[in-house]
């Protein structure tokens, strides 16, 4: 309870603090909002917390405190690369909680960093109060992302933008320019709809990843083949959110991955893409902070 007294007490205002990891790098985060903490990793891989925004006011109920990864928006760059894996980011994920002073927390990951924070769980499963995994990436557990994929891409065939972004999405770039031309043709696939909150996003994302980072994410890693059966004797709720139309999970592989969990709920949003706080905010608020409130953590 002292914890989270303390927590809240430096959460008023929206700003950018920073903190020394466990090898020294400096890493920053961006605190917002009110209610218990919510500490949200953000995905990517590579990208920084800002596209997060304030998770489709989810902040009118939670205090969020949104980690920059290392490397990434206001967060210094590690001398050694090798710890941009996403194995390795663990370290860090663990670090920022020990400077929050919190003994147990409530964590966010979306899409790679649900990878993080699946390890993060299995780890530390007794820091963990309940966690909330948004389109998260499954490599980690040897699941693959795009099952019935096809199926998801024809649902949206009666958009004006697909059959370019279908093209796009299945080329291949020899350039950089080629390749931020395909990524803006095929962006409308991973939204529920084109509208300009949807652009406006897609538009921002170049400037918020940084190479190295996204490089190195999955860089050298191995998934373990005894995580799968640690993560089914995981003692924490863990809810799950997948997006209709999100074609990197689909609603197939994320079902997978609920399946695997022992105590996992599946929300799936209808005609949302793998930003579901953008395409309908007040529906994943709802959904989150329901199962937030309706999961108390253990005394």
């Not at 995905?43 to 949104?66: K, M, N, V």
């Not at 941009?84 to 400077?99: I, K």
Request: charge should be negative.
């Amino acid at each position: 309870m002292a914890a989270h007294k303390r927590t809240e007490a430096v959460a008023n205002s929206d700003c950018m603090r920073r903190f020394r990891s466990w090898d020294g790098t400096e890493l920053a985060y961006r605190v917002v909002g009110s209610g218990q903490p919510l500490v949200c990793v953000p995905g990517g891989p590579g990208q920084a917390a800002e596209y997060l925004g304030e998770l489709g006011a989810l902040s009118d109920h939670r205090t969020l405190f949104l980690l920059d990864n290392r490397g990434t928006g206001g967060s210094q760059a590690p001398q050694d690369a090798t710890t941009y894996r996403v194995d390795r980011l663990v370290q860090d994920v663990e670090a920022f909680r020990a400077h929050l002073g919190l003994e147990r927390m409530d964590l966010f990951g979306h899409s790679a960093s649900g990878g993080t924070c699946l390890l993060y769980a299995a780890e530390h499963p007794h820091r963990v109060d309940r966690l909330v995994l948004v389109a998260p990436s499954l490599r980690v557990v040897g699941i693959r992302s795009d099952l019935d994929v096809d199926a998801v891409l024809t649902r949206r065939a009666h958009e004006p933008w697909y059959a370019d972004a279908v093209a796009a999405l299945r080329a291949e770039a020899t350039t950089p320019q080629e390749l931020e031309r395909y990524r803006w043709l095929s962006a409308p696939l991973l939204y529920g709809r084109w509208n300009a909150a949807a652009q406006a996003q897609a538009a921002a994302e170049p400037a918020q990843f940084f190479q190295p980072a996204t490089d190195g994410f999955y860089a050298g890693f191995d998934p373990d083949p005894a995580l799968p059966k640690r993560l089914a004797e995981l003692p924490v709720p863990v809810l799950l959110i997948a997006g209709e139309y999100d074609i990197w999970p689909t609603c197939t592989a994320v079902r997978q991955l609920a399946d695997l969990l022992d105590e996992a709920d599946l929300g799936l949003l209808p005609e949302a893409g793998h930003f579901p706080w953008v395409d309908h905010p007040a529906a994943f608020v709802t959904a989150v902070q329901g199962y937030l409130a309706g999961h108390q953590p253990a005394k």
